[in-house]
């Protein structure tokens, strides 16, 4: 399996439009980061975590030919609204993507790209990205082509996001509560990507107090951060962590 790290930055970016900061000023170019998304390549099986808005350019930067399914954390725009550069993938697959998420996440994508989700015309060449729906569960695993998934609920301010584990991996990005089954479902983990936004307490997102704490509770053989946020310089934030725990950067590219 190999898992590369797409974008590792908060909603916003880093750089912060308008922000003259260190970080986002930094010339360290692990501190450029675009918004969060992960490609799992297994075999010959490739599927992408979340269409942030930039992901035209972090497929390109990174050489992806392959995304089979797209897997939806949840529907807010920097992890959704890099939908319509599907279609790239439309034309190399010469099919309908099959896309999954909770039912409350695709009804919502479905409203705001009711066209992606549209019977294709393949008649008519792929003009348009096209998805199919497949709404899932949290803890009922299902499978793309071979690939076992296991989805399972995590708690982002006032709505949930869904974690995925695929093997001994598993991503949780969007979150700051994890319930009981959640801890269930990332047990025995050999690589755990998580969100960690700032120093600071947030409504929706963890922290680095709160992710580390995570981190000793469940003991993954790597833990690797994302979601950052421009408070977070790539290698200050590497000096204070132990060797199994460190920030995520765009491309960093992980074989299980």
Not at 18 to 30: Q, W, Y
Not at 68 to 82: F, P
Not at 225 to 251: C, F, N, Q, R, V
């Amino acid at each position: 399996m190999k898992v590369t790290i797409l974008g590792s930055g908060a909603s916003s970016g880093v750089p912060v439009i308008g922000c003259d900061c260190a970080v986002c000023t930094s010339k360290n170019p692990k501190n450029k980061r675009m918004r969060v998304s992960v490609h799992v390549e297994i075999g010959n099986t490739g599927i992408l975590i979340d269409t942030s808005p930039d992901m035209r350019q972090q497929v390109l930067a990174n050489h992806i030919r392959k995304v089979d399914a797209v897997l939806y954390t949840h529907e807010h725009g920097d992890h959704s609204h890099g939908i319509d550069d599907l279609r790239g993938f439309n034309f190399l697959n010469q099919a309908s993507i099959p896309a999954y998420g909770d039912a409350r996440t695709l009804d919502l994508l479905k409203q705001r790209f009711s066209y992606i989700f549209a019977p294709p015309k393949p008649e008519f060449g792929w003009f348009r990205a096209s998805l199919t729906a497949h709404p899932v569960q949290s803890m009922q695993r299902f499978s793309v082509k071979k690939v076992k998934v296991l989805p399972f609920s995590q708690i982002h301010g006032k709505i949930t996001t869904m974690g995925y584990r695929i093997g001994d991996f598993a991503y949780s990005t969007d979150l700051n509560a994890l319930d009981d089954a959640a801890f269930v479902a990332l047990r025995n983990l050999d690589l755990w990507v998580v969100d960690c936004q700032g120093y600071e307490p947030s409504f929706s997102h963890s922290h680095l107090t709160q992710t580390v704490s995570w981190i000793k509770r469940l003991q993954p053989k790597r833990a690797i951060l994302t979601h950052m946020g421009h408070d977070m310089d790539y290698e200050k934030l590497k000096a204070e962590l132990p060797p199994h725990i460190e920030p995520g950067y765009d491309g960093l590219q992980i074989t299980l």
